[in-house]
Structures are given as C-alpha cells and as structure tokens.
C-alpha cells in the first residue's frame, strides 16, 4: 500500500475509487443461470449446488432445530456476548418505530400509518468467517419492526458454526435454511419444496449474492446492493496511524474484494499509516485476504491538498464506513453528507458498530450511500395514507379538483365528485 496524491489521480484511477462495483458484474451470467435453475428445480439444484460451491452433501435443509440446540449449546461467556449485542441493537431500532398519525388540516382529516411485511428473508454470510452479528443485524430490525415470519439463509459446512445459529435463534428468527451463495437468494425469492417464498431480501454478502439481489429484484423486494466491505478513515495529524491502521486492515479481512481508504491533508500521516499497515498486516491470520484487500483499486492511503480537498473526497466515495478521526470531527461530519455509518473520533473503532454499540452493519457500499441509506426498522414496514372529508370539506376543494380533472381529460374524476352535489 502507498500514498498516491489525489491531484495526480487520473481518469482511471477516479473511476475505479468512485464507481467501484467490487467484480458484480462479472459474475451476473452465472448467477443468473444458477437461480434461474432454483426457480425451475427447487431443492434438486439446492443439493447440486451445496455439493459444487460448499463442497458438503446437505441432509435436511431445514436447521431451524439446530439453531435452537447450538442457542443452548455455546458457552456462557460467547452466549452473553450475543445476548448484550442483541439487547444493544433492539435497543438502538426500537427508537425508529414510527407512530401512526391522524390529524386536522383545515377541515381535512389525514393521516398515516404504518404495517410490517408479512415475510422476509435474511441472508446471513458463512464460508471463509462466521458472522453471528450480521445475523443479529438483519433478524432483529425485522422482529421489531413486527415481520410476523423471518427466514434466514446461511452457508452449509460439514458442521454449521454454532455462534452464527445461536445467534440466528436468539435474534428471533422463525426457520433456518442451510444454504448459501447465489441459490439461497434464489431460494428465498421463489421458494423450493422446502423454503417458503418471502416478500422481501436483506443482508449483505459476497458478489454472487449482490449479483443474485439484483436478479430477483423485480420479482421480490430487496434492501439494496450491499457488497463487499468498505472502509474510508478521513483523518488529520492529530490522528493515531496505529488507529487509523488498525480500522483498515479490520475491514480488508472481510474480503478479497474490500475496499479501505484513508485520506489525509498531512504526509507525515499518510507515511506513517502506510508503514504501520506494513507492520500490523504480519501479526494478522487472515493475511492472505487482507493483502487482496490492500491491493485492490479502490483501496489506498491519499494525499489531499487541504482537509477540505480531503473532505470532498470522503464525499464523492461515500464510504459504506466512514470513520473520522481529526481533532474537529463535528465540523467535519457537517461538510458530508454521503456515508452508510460514521464513527467519530479515536475511541469508536468501525468494529464497534459491526458487533455491539447498536447501529445496524448492513451497509450500502459502492457509492450507494449517494442514494440511500443502511438497513433499519423502516425498511421492513409498509406506509399507507389515511384521509376524510366530510360534505364541507369536499364542497371547498371541488372546483380545485374538477378543473385539474378535466384539464387532465379524466372527467370521471371530475364527475365522481360533481355528483355528490347533484
């Protein structure tokens, strides 16, 4: 990893940062073949492709009873660990329950209210790590929200990892399915013999399950294109590179395909950064990923001119991660507004919000903080518009909604409200 200056950038190398897609692309063909077999199959390409991608010859695919076993099975000390990290995130998506609301406007009464889905599939990552948080991430929100049938997805493996189930099942979920990848989406979106077909798909995971999201959007609702992790330190030189290190190569262990940045208007810090990257990675076991991490293109360590070069950069990545580590990181917050999470100051590692302070890890990545915001209670509720008028309240808007009515060609509209005064 070196520092590279963000004037010297070229086309290129702006367009790798800034409209990273994290290799989706090069994988729709093959996704697209792969749930097109679920939805035509069901479990005999379920089986075939645990066999092929896993490597494991699924019995039941249901292990919602394994999940409950493994619940009682861990040790008390992992087990507390779920248990204060659930209680944290309930707590944190309880206070974005909206409330529902009726209220005078003149002599016009509206409102809204708000109603949960009925079903949902949570996608939940396995193979080369366990992530028991992501379950609780995606499950959680769902419960609170009101979802009446959570349904989770999660890798096979000749022996499932016990924290991801016990987290599974203390987060509330109603069945578990040993699956993975590309299918599991499919699975979920049309359902099999065995798996229920849901309303909508959350959870982040690697490219074969972004590309399989975007194949079944349509078809089935989705929360967004979450793909590989992503992590952008906007710092100064009162900032700690050990610090600022450390949170890079957390996040480049995730994936080959992780992106982690760090900005900064100070060379002495840019230095610095890189020769702790250097010195941390060789203490690190998943060293292999976290150097195809490093490596990628729209990793790096980058020298601004000023802070506010810095800070324009921050902004137009829109980091699913955005951790600010300056002396005055509220002013810096205020200047962006593009970021799926932000972590301020030294002592809020992004670890803490992957695990346990509350706030949801499931993330837009790849610019998509631009658009749209991380997974919450409201992404698993539906709104609807409430209203009443009586005979006086209609008489005031009459000539306001025929004019506009017929001006549109739609007189029915107009003769629907002329004859409740004939």
Request: hydrophobic share 45%; proline share 4%; glycine share 8%.
């Amino acid at each position: 990893m070196d520092v590279r200056d963000i004037d010297a950038l070229g086309p290129g190398d702006r367009q790798s940062l800034f409209e990273r897609d994290a290799g989706v692309e090069a994988v729709r063909e093959d996704v697209r073949d792969i749930v097109g077999r679920v939805r035509d199959e069901g479990d005999v390409a379920i089986r075939e492709f645990c066999r092929e991608f896993d490597g494991v010859e699924v019995g039941n695919l249901d292990v919602t009873d394994a999940a409950e076993r493994a619940h009682e099975e861990v040790d008390d000390d992992l087990l507390d660990a779920i248990r204060t990290a659930a209680d944290n995130v309930r707590e944190f998506h309880e206070r974005q329950l909206p409330e529902d609301w009726r209220d005078d406007f003149g002599d016009r009464e509206l409102g809204r209210r708000f109603r949960p889905l009925s079903s949902v599939g949570v996608y939940v990552p396995g193979g080369a790590a366990a992530y028991p948080s992501s379950a609780l991430m995606g499950i959680i929100p769902a419960k609170v929200a009101g979802v009446d049938h959570v349904v989770v997805t999660t890798p096979p493996a000749e022996e499932l990892n016990p924290a991801t189930l016990a987290a599974i099942h203390e987060a509330g979920a109603d069945a578990v399915y040993s699956i993975g990848g590309a299918q599991a989406v499919g699975a979920m979106a049309y359902g099999t013999e065995t798996v229920t077909p849901v309303e909508k798909i959350v959870g982040p995971g690697n490219r074969w399950v972004t590309a399989a999201k975007a194949e079944v959007r349509g078809d089935v609702e989705i929360d967004f294109l979450a793909g590989p992790s992503e992590v952008l330190v906007l710092a100064d030189e009162t900032a700690d590179p050990a610090f600022v290190a450390a949170d890079l190569l957390a996040q480049a262990e995730h994936d080959d395909h992780a992106s982690v940045v760090a900005v900064t208007a100070d060379a002495d810090l840019a230095d610095a950064i890189v020769d702790e990257v250097d010195a941390q990675l060789v203490e690190r076991e998943r060293q292999e990923t976290i150097a195809a991490a490093l490596a990628n293109d729209a990793s790096g360590v980058f020298l601004a001119r000023s802070m506010s070069e810095a800070v324009l950069f921050a902004e137009e990545y829109a980091a699913e991660h955005l951790s600010i580590q300056a002396e005055d990181d509220e002013a810096l917050l205020d200047r962006i507004d593009s970021a799926g999470s932000v972590f301020l100051g030294p002592y809020t590692p992004v670890a803490a919000g992957d695990y346990a302070s509350g706030t949801n890890h499931v993330l837009p990545t790849g610019g998509g903080a631009k658009r749209f915001g991380g997974l919450s209670v409201e992404t698993f509720l539906r709104s609807t518009t409430v209203q009443r008028l009586d005979r006086d309240a209609l008489d005031g808007l009459a000539d306001t909604i025929t004019t506009l009515a017929d001006a549109e060609g739609l007189t029915g509209h107009a003769e629907s409200v002329r004859r409740r005064f004939d």
